[in-house]
């Protein structure tokens, strides 16, 4: 409720107006008079009122359309109706369309001032009813909204079970079957077929522990467990370090590694492991989805003096533009894409966490067949040491 009370008098005789304006003013309620209907609905569009009292019968439109149009405007407008010319009929359709009151003229102005507060006490109840049913339903909609996050979790939880079972599964299905071959005193195995299982075992062992060590990267991440340990290095060096890792991978599909930094680049100021493992998860991604004979390029340089700006490109399959929203989460491997590699759907989801507690930000561009540039920003910590020039 405002401070001031604003009423609207309507009357088209002057006497009655002069009346109620002073009568209502020695009250202490801001009052504006009108002598007719159109008068009126102007002014209530304008401004509106607390209450409203109108004559039934005015030389243009009745007073019951004054009604009509005000509740229609603002239902909380208390409408008093008066009149020298009393009837039921009259009576009971002011009431039927929502008037507060019907007092006869002359009228009292001590019944007046008690009709009026009545009103306002009535309009502050019914305002403070329709804060508290708003103030409720944006709750039950907060609510939903909860609850639907929640089914959301719940279902990510359930479907990372499920996921995580499988890729669990796999390397484990693998290296206990070859081992029990290689024991089995009943299938006795080359020289040559028993170096191929233990090559077998040891590849599905390094898969299994690059899934576990890649929850438990998760796990520090979402817990806020893991800190940035930030030290100055060469980022040539980090990134040459880079490639010779990735060699064997790209090797098995024959793809090129071009790595290409900004002359003003040299030793930068940020946490050394996690770099490396940002610019090996993006690489590792780029390799999954480019075709044999395809080419990765990483690109590096200064976006501001502030900001590393660094871009993983390649020539493979490309993303969807209504998946690429969903890439970066945990198991967000998107149907297109979902069966030309055999990852889990961490890897991009953990350099983007990385990159965020970096204080950067990483994005895509793509388009299905023409490949995919991953590219992250990260502000440089500190000034001195990352320019060549410095």
């Not at 009709?115 to 409720?136: D, G, H, P, T, Y």
């Not at 520090?220 to 060699?247: N, P, Q, Y």
């Not at 502030?306 to 890439?327: A, E, F, K, P, Y």
Request: glycine share 6%; net charge negative.
């Amino acid at each position: 409720m405002p401070s001031v009370t604003n009423i609207l008098v309507i009357d088209d005789e002057p006497a009655t107006l002069k009346t109620l304006s002073a009568a209502l003013g020695v009250m202490g309620y801001k009052v504006t008079t009108a002598v007719n209907g159109r008068e009126a609905l102007a002014l209530i569009r304008k401004q509106p009122c607390n209450i409203v009292i109108a004559d039934i019968k005015l030389p243009d439109i009745s007073g019951l359309e004054i009604l009509e149009a005000t509740k229609k405007l603002n239902p909380e407008t208390a409408v008093i109706m008066i009149t020298g010319h009393a009837s039921i009929e009259t009576a009971v359709d002011a009431i039927n369309e929502g008037a507060y009151a019907y007092i006869l003229k002359p009228v009292a102005i001590n019944e007046l001032e008690t009709i009026i507060k009545n009103a306002l006490r009535e309009q502050r109840l019914l305002i403070e009813n329709r804060k508290l049913v708003e103030s409720l339903q944006q709750s039950n909609r907060r609510l939903e909204e909860a609850n639907r996050a929640l089914e959301q979790v719940s279902q990510a939880k359930s479907d990372f079970m499920a996921k995580m079972s499988h890729e669990l599964r796999t390397p484990l299905n693998s290296i206990i079957g070859f081992s029990e071959v290689l024991l089995s005193n009943t299938s006795p195995v080359g020289q040559a077929t028993h170096e191929e299982f233990l090559n077998y075992i040891h590849v599905s062992a390094r898969h299994l522990l690059h899934l576990i060590n890649s929850i438990l990267d998760l796990s520090k991440i979402e817990s806020g467990k893991m800190s940035l340990e930030s030290i100055e290095f060469d980022l040539a060096v980090l990134l040459e370090d880079v490639r010779i890792t990735v060699l064997p991978m790209l090797a098995t599909k024959k793809q090129t590694l071009e790595i290409k930094i900004g002359e003003d680049v040299s030793s930068i100021f940020a946490d050394e492991a996690k770099m490396k493992q940002i610019f090996l998860n993006l690489i590792s991604n780029a390799h999954k989805f480019t075709l044999t004979g395809g080419k990765i390029r990483v690109i590096c340089r200064l976006e501001t003096p502030h900001w590393l700006h660094c871009s993983v490109i390649d020539n493979g399959i490309g993303i969807s533009l209504q998946d690429q929203q969903r890439i970066f989460e945990e198991f967000g491997q998107v149907e297109t894409l979902r069966f030309r590699g055999n990852g889990v759907g961490l890897g991009l989801s953990i350099a983007k966490r990385l990159v965020e507690l970096h204080g950067g930000k990483i994005w895509v561009i793509s388009e299905v067949g023409h490949g995919s540039t991953f590219t992250f920003s990260i502000p440089l910590a500190r000034k001195v040491g990352y320019l060549n020039a410095q």
